[in-house]
């Protein structure tokens, strides 16, 4: 099998294509989600403990001298990363919790016994007289 024939086989599988597009939404809906820190809660935060911008909390390592960038350390961003992981985190825990709930169920139920066929039916009545000659 050549190269190309392997990875055609590999990029079209089912589990492939399945993470790939599980890859697309996650990266949405971490887009979706920094959105929402962003903007809904962390303005609201910030205006409870005193009207603070988080993305402008830092510390200055060292000032700006000429054309040279001060140095900070920007904890008010590191924060808000703090919260878009702990949003995601829930998210996903939520997610794997419930799947784990529907799988339990699907395995409690159980299934009612096949029902036996003509020919299993004739062979059991077989059975059952001869061991009545034989007893």
Same mark, same amino acid.
């Given at each position: 099998?050549?190269?190309?024939?392997?990875?055609?086989?590999?990029?079209?599988?089912?589990?492939?294509?399945?993470?790939?597009?599980?890859?697309?939404?996650?990266?949405?809906?971490?887009?979706?989600?920094?959105?929402?820190?962003?903007?809904?809660?962390?303005?609201?935060?910030?205006?409870?403990?005193?009207?603070?911008?988080?993305?402008?909390?830092?510390?200055?390592?060292?000032?700006?001298?000429?054309?040279?960038?001060?140095?900070?350390?920007?904890? #008010?961003?590191?924060?808000?990363?703090?919260?878009?992981?702990?949003?995601?985190?829930?998210?996903?825990?939520?997610?794997?919790?419930?799947?784990?709930?529907?799988?339990?169920?699907?395995?409690?139920?159980?299934?009612?016994?096949?029902?036996? #066929?003509?020919?299993?039916?004739?062979?059991?009545?077989?059975?059952?007289?001869?061991?009545?000659?034989?007893?």
């Amino acid at each position: 099998m050549s190269m190309l024939q392997e990875f055609k086989a590999f990029a079209v599988r089912g589990n492939v294509v399945d993470m790939a597009v599980g890859i697309i939404i996650g990266a949405a809906f971490g887009k979706v989600v920094s959105s929402f820190v962003n903007n809904m809660i962390m303005p609201p935060l910030g205006l409870m403990i005193g009207g603070v911008d988080f993305a402008d909390l830092e510390v200055v390592l060292r000032e700006a001298v000429g054309e040279l960038p001060a140095v900070t350390l920007g904890y #008010g961003l590191f924060i808000q990363s703090v919260v878009d992981f702990l949003i995601i985190a829930l998210a996903v825990f939520v997610a794997v919790r419930v799947m784990n709930n529907l799988k339990r169920k699907e395995a409690v139920a159980p299934s009612a016994p096949p029902t036996p #066929g003509k020919e299993e039916v004739l062979l059991t009545e077989i059975r059952d007289l001869l061991k009545q000659q034989n007893s």
